[in-house]
C-alpha cells in the first residue's frame, strides 16, 4: 500500500474541511470504478469525500459448483461459476471516534454486531493493513437473507472494505483490496469484482467470465437457513474416501451458454455438488425445486449450500410469473425476481 497516502487518514476534527478536499493528481484519492465516479472523473473533476460513505453489495449464485477434495486446511478445492445478481445489502459507514456496528433488516436479529462479523473483522483487517485507527460507524442493511447460499456474509464484508477504504482515504487499489478479502473468506473477493466469473482454490482465485446479456432467475427463499460448513461436512460424509479429481472442463459448457446467452444450454449446464448435501439437511427442499420445474422453470437447482432455490426462466415477464406462480404454492417463505450479472460492491449516492 502507499503509505505516503496515510495523511489522508482518519482525521477526528476535519469535518468540514474535508468535504470537497481536491487532492493532487499525484496523489488522488482512489476509488473503485463505478458509474457515478466515471462520470465525475469523465467530466474532469475529483470527486467529493464526505464523512458518509454508502455502498451496494450483491448476492451471488454459483451456477456450476463443483467441490474437489477437503484440502488440510479444511477448505475444498472447487471449480465454480459465479454470478452477481440484483439482490443488494447497503452498507453505509460514517465517521467516528471509535468504531461500533449495527445491522437492520432481514435476519438482522440473528447476525452479530461484534468483532464475530466478518463485516467487522473486513474493517479491522483494512485498518491493520493501512495502519490507520479502525474509528468508523458501520450500518448494514440486510435485503440478502441470512445463511441462504447467496454469501450475504461475505458481501458486508466486501462492502466494509469499499466503505472504509474511501472514508479513510486510505487510496488502496482494488486489487489490495482483493487480496485483503481473500483473507476474510472464499467468496468475498467474488462480492467486490461481482459480475461473472470463474472461481478456483477455494473459490477466491477469480478469472473473469464473458457474458452477452442478461439472465433471469426467480429465487426461493427459506424459513430457516443452512449453514456452509455443515453442507461441506455431509458431502464429505456422502462420499466417504473417494476424493473426486476437478477439472475446467466441466464449466466450459456453462461459459459458453452465458457468452452466446444460451439459455436453454445453460438451464442444461447447471450442477452444484452442495444441493445433495443441502437436500438431506432440508428435505422440504425437494417441493421447492419440484413445483418451480412444473410451473414451467427451464432449471431449478438449490443456491450454493442452500437453502436458497434458484430458478432459471428466459425472460423477466417468465420471471415474474414464475414467482407470483411459486409463491401461491406454498412451497418457500417468499420468492424474488432477479437478473445479472451486476457489479460488485460499490459506492452510491
Ligand atoms: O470461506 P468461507 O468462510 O466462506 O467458508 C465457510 C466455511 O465453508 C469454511 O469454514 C469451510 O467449512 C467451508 N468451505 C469449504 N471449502 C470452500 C469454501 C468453504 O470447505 N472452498
Not at 473477493?189 to 461481482?194: D, E, K
Not at 425472460?315 to 417463505?333: D, M, N, P, Q
Request: proline share 6%; charged share 20%; aromatic share 4%.
Amino acid at each position: 500500500m502507499d503509505t505516503s497516502r496515510r495523511r489522508h487518514r482518519v482525521d477526528h476534527g476535519r469535518a468540514t474541511d474535508a468535504v470537497g478536499r481536491n487532492p493532487s493528481p499525484g496523489n488522488p484519492i482512489s476509488l473503485p470504478a463505478g458509474d457515478a465516479e466515471g462520470e465525475i472523473r469523465g467530466a474532469g473533476r475529483w470527486p467529493l469525500v464526505s464523512d458518509m460513505v454508502r455502498v451496494r453489495v450483491p448476492a451471488k449464485v454459483n451456477l456450476h459448483l463443483r467441490v474437489g477434495a477437503r484440502r488440510r486446511d479444511g477448505f475444498h478445492d472447487l471449480v465454480t461459476v459465479y454470478l452477481a445478481v440484483d439482490l443488494f445489502d447497503e452498507l453505509i459507514a460514517l465517521a467516528a471516534d471509535d468504531f461500533a456496528m449495527s445491522i437492520e433488516g432481514e435476519g438482522a436479529g440473528s447476525l452479530p454486531a461484534d468483532p464475530n462479523n466478518l463485516a467487522w473483522q473486513a474493517a479491522s483487517l483494512l485498518a491493520t493493513h493501512a495502519g490507520v485507527p479502525p474509528a468508523a460507524r458501520l450500518t448494514i442493511r440486510k435485503g440478502i437473507p441470512v445463511a441462504g447460499g447467496l454469501a450475504g456474509g461475505s458481501a458486508d464484508a466486501a462492502a466494509a472494505l469499499v466503505a472504509c477504504a474511501e472514508l479513510w482515504r486510505i487510496g488502496a487499489s482494488r486489487s489490495e483490496l482483493a487480496a485483503i478479502a481473500a483473507q476474510l473468506g472464499s467468496d468475498v473477493p467474488f462480492a467486490l469484482t461481482g459480475g461473472c466469473a470463474v472461481g478456483t482454490g477455494r473459490g477466491e482465485l477469480l478469472s473473469p467470465a464473458m457474458t452477452s446479456g442478461e439472465f433471469h432467475l426467480v429465487l426461493a427463499f427459506a424459513d430457516h437457513g443452512i449453514a456452509t460448513p455443515e453442507a461441506y461436512r455431509i458431502l464429505d460424509r456422502m462420499r466417504g474416501d473417494i476424493a473426486p479429481t476437478l477439472d475446467l472442463n466441466g464449466s466450459r459448457v456453462v461459459l459458453d451458454a452465458l457468452r452466446h446467452n444460451d439459455v436453454p444450454q445453460l438451464a442444461a449446464a447447471l450442477v452444484n455438488d452442495l444441493q445433495r448435501p443441502a437436500l438431506s439437511l432440508s428435505p422440504g427442499l425437494q417441493r421447492t425445486l419440484s413445483a418451480g420445474r412444473e410451473l414451467g422453470a427451464l432449471a431449478a437447482m438449490v443456491s450454493g449450500s442452500g437453502p436458497t432455490c434458484l430458478f432459471l426462466v428466459d425472460s423477466a415477464a417468465g420471471a415474474t410469473r414464475l414467482a407470483a406462480a411459486l409463491a401461491a404454492e406454498g412451497v418457500c417463505r417468499r420468492t424474488r425476481v432477479v437478473k445479472g450479472p451486476v457489479p460488485g460492491a460499490r459506492l452510491v449516492r
